[in-house]
């Protein structure tokens, strides 16, 4: 009932993602290691106790079940913006003081 892990999970459901881990998973009872998804089942969530040697989280297993591969081929375009490509688009905005070129540090 902490305010704002009620905030967090309400965030996650109002953008239809679900958080599926409801127990401490880290040393001090805190919850911080998640198994968070979106149109996925996650289901047989255990949560193995801590092995302190080894880390100060827990060990969590999970199986998510109904995973389709989305086979729609998509068509990704992208443009790199070069030195002459800059000069040519800044000339055309002569009155604009912000536009710098050159390197970024």
Same mark, same amino acid.
């Given at each position: 009932n902490d305010p704002l892990t009620v905030s967090f999970l309400s965030l996650l459901e109002s953008v239809g993602f679900t958080q599926h881990v409801s127990g401490p998973? +880290?040393?001090? =009872? *805190?919850? !911080?290691? !998640?198994? %968070?998804?979106? +149109? %996925?089942?996650?289901h047989n969530l255990i949560i193995s106790p801590q092995n302190q040697t080894l880390s100060e989280h827990c060990l969590i297993?999970?199986?998510?079940? #109904?995973?389709?591969?989305?086979?729609?081929? +998509? =068509?990704?375009?992208?443009?790199?913006? =070069?030195?002459?490509?800059? *000069?040519k688009f800044t000339t055309l905005l002569p009155n604009?003081?912000?536009?710098?070129? #050159?390197?970024?540090?």
């Open positions: 998973t +880290r040393c001090h =009872n *805190h919850s !911080l290691d !998640l198994d %968070i998804t979106h +149109r %996925i089942e996650s297993t999970f199986e998510l079940l #109904g995973v389709a591969m989305d086979t729609q081929e +998509r =068509n990704i375009k992208s443009r790199c913006l =070069n030195p002459t490509a800059i *000069h604009v003081s912000f536009i710098k070129t #050159g390197s970024v540090d």
